[in-house]
């Protein structure tokens, strides 16, 4: 196994300094892999962090960028202040952002970590306010930068020391126990009541649910599948609201993790797949997966640098397929990140280092045995038996019953050999978003059109990581017009980004044009709302 890692084993037996060795083995491994963007391979993002939070910070995503808030000393001896940064992910800047309206007081927001989340262009933060024993509620509008404090009315929940919750379809939903006492009585009876906030009209009303309900609120802001997930204080049992049916459901976990503090990891863990990720400082920032379906933990290995060890734990967001993690309360602040590759959609990461290689090696070395010839009289040449292992369509074209299949060579219509160059690269892991020149909707369609399913998956996931106004009607056309196994899911998801900049994406000239040229696909926009 040690081998397959580029490690001599006969050269390890007999070094004099085993450990020098290795470690020089490992380093060229982790700069492999960086290079080529591996999957759970940590990155640095930032090699100097302009400020210094003194506590965890509030870390989300807004049009594509990141977005810190958090209490920071100007000085040491002043009180302090609610710093707000944004991140641009594509130029790697920071930018810090200058806010009016209310001041946020940081003593009582990050007193406990706040349930956040984004809806439409506004940061909700919600929090217990202990000193007017009240659940507030303040918003910032991110295009604006105005803090404006939430007036709500109705059946307010009390404040609370922990308080579970999460925001769903237009509400958000908290769920704590019914007592208002800072920290109250954790005997095993359950008194859990669920509150819920009418994000349009600002009132609340009290939900009835039932049961098996968690006996101890610990902060917990996980949604899954229509569910609020909260684990038990101990973390041996994880309990589910379905926010349809507003019922409890129990499940015990029989693979726990070690010295797991529901109320100090709950609001770290972030939602990947039918996953949940923690990182924690406990365990030295080892990648703790949690499986939701089977209820169990694993750990799983990762490639390069960790996170520093910090006083406080580290903050987490996920961004399209990439997971973003900052440090806290440390001179040595780092902003890292690592790309999560769905299995389910990318074939790479079924593929080891050593076939990966080889494969990357086949591209253009001369062995090729079927040539491509298109319309503009270009050719392309590859690997018969590669394509026909990797795609169905080549399978059936070169290994079936048709002419090609004893031919050396297959006529290529409509299609340009430019686009058709891309899927090639693909199956020989030498295509890349960064260098491609084809359009992306073009080569989902192209994808499409071959029956490359894992590639066109890939494609939809990239365009809608990075919907932009100018793109977002473009995309949407794609994948109304464009079928594949997740054209739906990508459709709804673009859906959503259009809602959201409807404004915005009705003043661009395209929008005129696809009111000529595709009404049907404006008028089931406007349908949607």
């Not at 007193?111 to 919600?126: E, N, V």
């Not at 406990?282 to 960790?306: A, Y």
């Not at 915005?504 to 044009?513: A, D, M, S, W, Y």
């Amino acid at each position: 196994m040690i081998q397959s890692y580029g490690i001599s084993v006969d050269k390890l037996l007999h070094h004099r300094n085993t450990q020098s060795y290795l470690l020089r083995q490992l380093l060229r491994l982790e700069c492999y892999c960086v290079e080529n963007e591996m999957s759970l391979t940590w990155k640095l993002r930032t090699k100097q962090f302009p400020f210094q939070f003194f506590s965890e910070v509030v870390m989300f995503g807004y049009k594509q960028n990141i977005w810190l808030i958090g209490p920071y000393f100007l000085n040491p001896k002043d009180r302090p202040i609610t710093m707000i940064l944004e991140y641009d992910v594509e130029q790697q800047e920071f930018k810090t952002i200058t806010t009016t309206g209310k001041t946020l007081n940081p003593f009582l927001a990050f007193k406990r970590m706040p349930i956040y989340f984004t809806y439409g262009r506004f940061l909700y933060l919600a929090y217990s306010n202990f000193e007017t024993n009240k659940y507030c509620i303040d918003k910032l509008d991110l295009e604006t930068y105005e803090w404006i404090e939430v007036i709500d009315f109705g059946q307010f929940p009390p404040a609370r020391d922990y308080i579970d919750g999460c925001s769903y379809q237009g509400f958000f939903y908290v769920s704590g126990n019914s007592t208002n006492h800072v920290n109250p009585n954790e005997s095993g009876s359950s008194d859990n009541i669920v509150h819920r906030l009418n994000l349009d009209t600002n009132q609340w009303s009290i939900v009835e649910s039932r049961g098996n309900a968690p006996t101890s609120p610990n902060g917990s802001s996980i949604f899954y599948k229509n569910n609020l997930i909260v684990f038990s204080k101990e973390g041996e049992s994880i309990h589910c609201l379905d926010l349809l049916t507003f019922q409890w459901m129990k499940y015990n976990i029989d693979q726990r993790i070690p010295e797991f503090n529901c109320r100090r990891h709950s609001h770290l863990i972030q939602v990947w797949g039918d996953e949940l990720i923690l990182l924690r400082s406990i365990d030295e920032f080892q990648f703790n997966v949690f499986d939701l379906k089977n209820k169990e933990w694993r750990v799983i290995d990762t490639v390069g640098k960790r996170p520093n060890k910090v006083r406080t734990e580290p903050t987490m967001i996920i961004l399209g397929s990439t997971l973003y993690a900052l440090g806290g309360q440390s001179g040595k602040n780092h902003l890292l990140s690592m790309n999560l590759t769905p299995p389910e959609l990318n074939s790479k990461s079924k593929s080891t280092l050593e076939e990966l290689e080889w494969v990357k090696q086949m591209y253009q070395d001369g062995y090729e045995d079927i040539e491509f010839i298109f319309e503009d009289g270009k050719c392309l040449k590859a690997h018969r038996t590669l394509l026909c292992s990797k795609n169905e369509y080549f399978k059936s074209l070169l290994g079936g019953n048709f002419l090609e299949n004893n031919s050396k060579s297959v006529f290529i219509s409509e299609t340009s050999s430019e686009e058709f160059e891309e899927l090639i690269k693909y199956y020989y892991f030498a295509f890349s978003f960064e260098t491609t020149k084809i359009n992306l909707v073009d080569l989902y369609e192209i994808a499409g059109k071959f029956m490359a399913i894992d590639f066109q998956e890939e494609i939809g996931q990239k365009l809608v990581n990075s919907l932009e106004i100018e793109s977002g009607l473009e995309t949407l056309r794609a994948f109304t017009h464009i079928p594949s196994p997740s054209s739906e899911g990508l459709k709804e998801k673009t859906l959503q980004f259009i809602k959201k900049n409807i404004k915005e994406i009705c003043e661009t000239p395209l929008f005129q044009t696809y009111c000529k040229m595709d009404h049907s696909l404006i008028k089931n926009i406007f349908a949607s709302f």
